[in-house]
């Protein structure tokens, strides 16, 4: 067996505190090899949207760059890693140059699960040793336990044990550890770096790879069908994402619920491709355990936690990717009015602030959170929809769309969730807007149609406009049928 290694990127798309890369590197003496399997069922899939895509394989392609700046490479199969490793192992094994480890780092969805059991067990026949690493979570979901087997369903004892947990010496040192990789995209920035890597697929194919690398070409392809713009991709500018939040942080308990101000750090897109991930975030900020949240920094900080949660929820309960968490909530008979999902979708629902949000997530693919509360709740309690049409659709076109916090999102909203806002406190889509974009602001930037409007007609029906609806429902009304609605079925 020769000594080398073979890392399996998935959704760890950077190199700076990358646990495993970092364990070949001592173990192989810089030899390491990056691959990238993708599976064509991907395209087909419900949850695939073509803007996230390119995110995505542009997030790929700076990886690709960035490892070959640093003396490795990237090999990108276009085959499903079912069938494309066997071949690629065995061409490897007639050859006798097996490697010496073949690593990922550990996906918590149920489709990902799955298939790295089957993946695990495919290398172990060849006689391939793997090695699998924590990523993309600091606190693993089996590492919280209410009770032996048991996993949590409520967001703050959720919150506090991992808090608890964050403060042990190990999960310390776990962050201290990411300040190396810091520093290294700190000198990246500067373009002061030198290769620490040696060996190149190239090298171990003695020049004849046997393998496509289809990068480019899906790549280009995509591009044409993309419809919204795609921000910079790839670990480096989610670093400077990262850098840029840092004047604003301390601002973040202030700002966070108000849309116009961008008070938030824009890193979920980034998250979501692992080109970043938590504890790089809480080392660069070096943010603390706390027992209330006094601080922006706390405030962000419990945020963070909440995407650790409902990664959680659905690592225990993968379930809620297809049903409602609670039970009773299973079969409410949601009116599901195509004509109305049309018109919230569109933007069109004579509530502006919906109209705003929505146009906002048609237009730039990406929506700010009490935004996304707002018109998460007005599709399922004012619409009276079924909140998996909305959820769906977010994942079409969400950039930063991921399954657990997307799905979390939803459900709490939809008062079906773990921990969810209860079923009978309703948001006012009017009283939200004046709260949360009192001058309008942020309608008019997406609502282009109602900028010479006073800000106090923004939050009350607009009657008699030449191009804007009327408000499609009632919400007074709708909200004693919602109210309706969750009573019978908790009946
Ligand atoms: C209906 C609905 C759908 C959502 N869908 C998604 C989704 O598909 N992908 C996604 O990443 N987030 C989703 N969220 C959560 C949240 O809206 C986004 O994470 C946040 O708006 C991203 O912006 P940011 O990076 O500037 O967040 P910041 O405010 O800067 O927060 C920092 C990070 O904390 C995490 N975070 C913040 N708020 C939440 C939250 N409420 N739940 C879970 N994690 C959170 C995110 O990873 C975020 O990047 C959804 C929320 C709702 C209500």
Known sequence: MSNYGIHWFRRDLRVAGNQALQSHWKANQGRVLGLFCFDKAFLSRPDFSVNRFQLFIDSLYELKMELRELGSDLLFLDVGPEKS??????????????????????????????????????MMDFGVPTETFRDHLLIEPQELEKSPGEGYQVYSPFARKWLEIYQKPDIQRRIQMQKAGLSYLQKRLKGDV??????????????????????????????????VPIPPAGSLNAFKKLKEFKRKVSDYGDQRDVPILEGTSQLSMHLKSGSITIPQIIAFFQLKAYKKKKTGEDIFLSELIWREFYYHILYRHPRV?????????????????????????????GFPIVDAGMRELKSTGWMH???????????????????????????????DGDLAPNNGGWQWAASTGCDPQPYFRIFNPWLQSKKFDPQGDYIKKFVPELKDLPAKQ????????????????????????????????QA
Do not use: C
């Open 85 to 122: 490793f066997p071949k690629l192992i065995k061409a490897l094994d007639k050859q006798g140059q097996l490697p010496h480890l073949f690593t990922w780092n550990r996906d918590y969805e149920p489709f990902a699960r799955k298939r790295d059991r089957a993946i695990e067990e495919l």
């Open 458 to 489: 923004l939050h009350e029906p607009i009657e008699n406009h030449p191009t804007y609806p009327r408000p499609i429902v009632d919400h007074s009304e709708q909200r004693e049928k919602a109210l309706a609605l969750y009573k019978f079925e």
């Open 194 to 227: 030198a290769p620490v890597f040696n060996f190149t697929w190239e090298e171990l194919f003695d020049g004849k790879i046997p393998f496509d690398d289809w990068l480019e070409d899906y790549r280009k392809k995509n591009q044409e069908k993309v419809t």
């Open 321 to 349: 990717e297809n049903e409602a968490f609670l039970e009773k909530y299973k079969d409410i008979e949601w009116e599901n009015n195509e004509d109305r999902f049309m018109a919230w979708k569109e933007g069109k629902t």
């Open 369 to 399: 959170n009490r935004v996304r509360m707002i018109v998460a709740s007005f599709l399922t309690k004012d619409l009276l929809i079924d909140w998996r049409w909305g959820e769906k659709y977010f994942m079409d076109q969400l950039l």
